[in-house]
């Protein structure tokens, strides 16, 4: 999870340094794809955070259950 988080972090710096006036001029022509693709990347890494958190919280409700036999 430490790793997402941190991608995430990265991704969103590198965002918002590639929409910045000069760093749209040092990307070149190929700005748009670059923000692109670092836009679906964010979200990509936003959407894994989310479902690793629920799968998380599901985990801790499954552990409350309590366990028993089958004949019983």
């Known amino acids: 999870m430490v790793r997402t988080v941190f991608t995430l972090v990265?991704?969103?710096a590198a965002?918002?340094?590639?929409?910045?006036p000069r760093g749209l001029a040092l990307l070149g022509s190929n700005a748009?794809?670059?923000v692109a693709?670092?836009?679906?990347?964010g979200?990509?890494?936003a959407v894994r955070l989310?479902?690793?958190r629920q799968a998380k919280r599901r985990?801790?409700?499954l552990k409350k259950i309590p366990k028993?036999?089958?004949?019983?």
């Open 50 to 52: 989310a479902s690793v």
């Open 43 to 45: 979200i990509l890494q």
């Open 37 to 41: 693709a670092l836009t679906l990347l």
């Open 68 to 72: 028993r036999p089958l004949g019983i």
């Open 32 to 34: 748009k794809v670059l």
């Open 15 to 20: 965002l918002g340094l590639a929409i910045t």
């Open 10 to 12: 990265l991704t969103v």
């Open 59 to 61: 985990e801790d409700l």
